[in-house]
């Protein structure tokens, strides 16, 4: 079978789908080992270090970063409205460039707006959620906001140049500053605000290593950056801002909702022992994931959406490396869970483990899932990844709000909560799985 494929103004005759678009299937191992490996370092730090940050700060201290983490995490998705996600897709590097200055010119607006909001009407709105022990701390929700977001930014300018190696430093800086700084602020007893900037030092350090390799050729390519053009690539890629932000959106609010209704029926004790549950239970899995997610998506957008026989192959192979990777952590966490929090974080933190143990059902889907959902981008049916979150979305405050109604026990809300999780993951693979077979048939006569 012979497929012609015309890609960036070039075309390529393949005579064998196994040679597509000069794409190996080692470059993507070897890129996402790169990555794995610098979050492998940076979990496993995070990880060892936490005993000790755990003995600093007392779960209501937990509680508070928590809930901190929830707020920002709903909205710092949007900081470009996921036009970022269009520089990697981008027909050539000067398209690409114009689509990052859109980015950063949406992320200065989004930061002002959310700015004035937080000094206007912070109080009243955190009230609002019973958070208001957040409120001394609203401040730093646009500063992580804005730094968050143009890491990302960033990032996805890295993916396109394919500078996975610059990425696996930011993943060392990014875990060593962070939790540098908890400790550090956390042994002057500052409360709180260490956590809070260590966060924030996690997400987003490692900007300028990203920025540094690309100084002279973006020095060049300012000169190219035209109104017009920015104008006509923000309306190519007008699917980013009408469906994939608001379907991001509504995802993370159904992932941070849970923290912020918990926080409203538990108190800030629970949410605390909640949070570090999460946070220790996702960390690896969402690391390790995201980086397979973010090396998955670059490769996948170089190959391009004109071979989605390629696509769908390599994401088969990729399910099947992820669900024995994310097996055993699973599986200690549901055996031992509450003995090895007691263990490592103390006693105070052996409830947190009965919450790591019911929340593995829901990581575990979402790592084996989520990194392959990114076709929807590709192929760009964000409409239907949208829907889909909506009605995630839907399931949590029917979740929250009948552990309200029937006063239901925190472990047993999460519990519910966990199952429902996993399957929506569930839902969104196979609906990603029938995008493809959709695009396979309609590009090459029903060839799968």
Request: charged share 15%; glycine share 8%; aromatic share 14%.
């Amino acid at each position: 079978m012979v497929f012609l494929i015309k890609r960036e103004g070039e075309k390529f005759l393949i005579k064998n789908k196994v040679t597509i678009n000069s794409i190996k299937e080692g470059s993507f191992t070897k890129n996402v080992l790169m990555i794995t490996g610098g979050a492998v370092f940076a979990q496993a730090l995070s990880i060892l270090l936490s005993p000790v940050i755990t003995r600093l700060y007392s779960p209501e201290q937990y509680g508070v970063l928590t809930v901190y983490i929830a707020f920002l995490g709903m909205i710092n998705l949007l900081g470009a409205l996921s036009y970022d996600s269009a520089i990697p897709i981008a027909d050539d590097d000067e398209k690409a460039f114009n689509v990052l200055i859109l980015c950063l010119f949406i992320l200065f607006f989004a930061t002002s707006i959310l700015f004035f909001a937080v000094v206007i009407a912070g109080d009243f709105f955190l009230g609002l959620f019973k958070a208001k022990e957040i409120s001394q701390f609203k401040y730093f929700i646009p500063i992580g906001f804005f730094l968050t977001g143009l890491y990302t930014v960033m990032s996805q300018w890295a993916f396109r140049k394919r500078n996975f190696k610059s990425i696996t430093v930011t993943k060392y800086s990014q875990s060593i500053t962070g939790n540098s700084t908890k400790i550090g602020l956390g042994l002057f007893n500052v409360g709180a605000i260490g956590l809070i900037i260590g966060n924030i030092l996690s997400q987003s350090a490692g900007i300028f290593t990203l920025i540094k390799p690309n100084i002279g050729e973006f020095k060049e390519m300012i000169k190219r950056v035209e109104y017009q053009k920015i104008k006509k690539l923000a309306k190519r890629y007008i699917r980013f801002p009408l469906y994939t932000a608001p379907g991001l959106f509504i995802l993370s609010a159904s992932g941070q909702l849970p923290t912020i209704f918990m926080s409203s029926l538990y108190g800030s004790g629970i949410v605390g022992l909640y949070g570090l549950a999460r946070g220790i239970t996702f960390l690896p899995m969402t690391i390790v994931g995201k980086s397979v997610q973010d090396v998955f998506y670059g490769e996948a957008a170089s190959i391009g959406r004109t071979n989605p026989v390629r696509i769908k192959e390599l994401s088969n192979k990729l399910l099947k490396k992820l669900i024995l990777l994310a097996s055993i952590p699973m599986l200690t966490l549901i055996l031992f869970g509450p003995t090895l929090f007691s263990f490592v974080f103390g006693s105070d933190w052996r409830a947190a483990g009965m919450f790591a143990r019911i929340l593995s059902i829901e990581v575990f889907f979402h790592f084996i899932f989520h990194p392959i959902s990114t076709v929807f981008s590709i192929f760009e049916h964000q409409k239907k990844a949208f829907v889909l979150y909506v009605f995630r979305l839907l399931l949590v405050i029917i979740v929250f709000t009948l552990a309200k109604i029937f006063n239901l026990d925190s472990i047993i809300t999460v519990l519910i909560y966990s199952v429902f999780m996993g399957l929506i993951e569930l839902a969104k693979y196979l609906l990603a799985q029938n995008i493809m077979n959709e695009q396979i048939t309609r590009s090459f006569g029903g060839v799968k």
